[in-house]
């Protein structure tokens, strides 16, 4: 898959593949988008680089979560996961409501949690292979 063939009214959401609690994160994602809006890639994945450099994204400043909208925006840490929130149904997208904090909270919330998500939840040594039935969401 290119960039040029990204489905451009899905948002997709790039994540460290090797993280279990990226990994689990995803897996909720997809069990409560239940609009079908998002599509995943892997940061380390050929498609989730091409999109990193399309966008200019520098992941060396940037140890996060991105979220893609194609020919709209990019979106990274706090602000990424709050949007992502706002999406979902049910008391999830009350969460996006936190968006009002200062990006200086929010954000230092994200980065004390992605310093130590190795540490707390553990790595995998190969990104996911999703199942057959999750394929469909995968970039």
């Known amino acids: 898959m290119e960039i040029?063939?990204?489905p451009k009214n899905k948002k997709v959401i790039l994540f460290d593949g090797v993280c279990n609690l990226?990994?689990?994160s995803v897996q909720f994602i997809i069990?409560?988008?239940?609009k079908d809006i998002f599509r995943f890639t892997a940061i380390q994945s050929e498609i989730g680089q091409e999109i990193i450099k399309h966008t200019g994204i520098n992941t060396e400043s940037i140890d996060s979560i991105i979220l893609y909208e194609p020919g709209i925006a990019y979106y990274y840490k706090a602000e990424a996961a709050l949007l992502i929130a706002r999406e979902l149904k049910g008391i999830y997208k009350l969460?996006?409501?936190l968006n009002f904090l200062p990006k200086v909270i929010k954000n230092g919330v994200y980065d004390y949690i992605a310093k130590n998500r190795y540490k707390w939840y553990g790595k995998k040594e190969a990104c996911m292979i999703p199942t057959p039935e999750l394929k469909a969401k995968f970039l």
């Open 95 to 97: 969460i996006s409501y």
């Open 4 to 6: 040029k063939d990204i």
């Open 31 to 34: 069990k409560h988008d239940k």
């Open 22 to 24: 990226c990994d689990s």
